[in-house]
């Protein structure tokens, strides 16, 4: 595994990412929560609009997204940005998702569950490439759409040798994607194609 690369903004979460989402490596969940809310546990977007909110409190955070969702928007909430679609599919409420610990909880469950399923799918791809078509799912839906969120992950995450993984997948491969972040999102729009 690489190591955990500390990025600026996030170093006070750093020390969650494997106690409250432990399916996936650290660095991964990082370069995640850097690339989605830039270490902002308050941040909230609205998909409908556009808009992306900063508050300075919980409270104020929790009215914002209680507003938009009873006017029907998609927001994403918090550290991983989770949709809200989400909080009726896993019973729970948008306060909760304000919380550090239970968002990355929550964010590293749905890439693992975006893993399980690719691995399922296809289970001669390498984990790697397992990884990427997760990464993309948990930004757009589906395994292909979301090349321009993967090269942000890579270059947050900054690969070298590979690109961590999600651990209870216990899968090794002997095929390894080159992974600087072009040649990574290379092999990825490659495999897009077949």
């Not at 790697?128 to 090349?147: E, M, W």
Request: hydrophobic share 30%.
């Amino acid at each position: 595994m690489i190591p955990l690369i500390l990025l600026s903004g996030i170093i006070g979460f750093s020390s969650l990412y494997g106690t409250c989402g432990p399916e996936v490596h650290p660095a991964t969940t990082q370069a995640i929560v850097e690339v989605e809310s830039s270490g902002n546990p308050l941040a909230i977007h609205d998909n409908d609009t556009g808009a992306s909110y900063t508050p300075s409190t919980r409270s104020q955070a929790v009215e914002i997204a209680t507003r938009l969702l009873a006017r029907r928007h998609s927001i994403d909430i918090g550290l991983m940005q989770i949709n809200s679609w989400h909080l009726r599919k896993r019973r729970i409420d948008c306060d909760s998702l304000f919380d550090p610990c239970f968002n990355i909880k929550t964010g590293t469950e749905i890439l693992a569950a975006f893993y399980r399923t690719h691995r399922q799918k296809n289970p001669s791809d390498p984990p790697d490439l397992t990884l990427l078509k997760s990464l993309s799912s948990y930004n757009t839906g589906t395994p292909y759409n979301g090349t321009r969120y993967v090269t942000k992950i890579l270059k947050k995450a900054r690969t070298t040798q590979y690109i961590p993984t999600i651990k209870k997948a216990r899968l090794v491969s002997t095929r390894m994607i080159p992974c600087s972040p072009q040649n990574a999102i290379t092999y990825y729009r490659k495999e897009k194609v077949k």
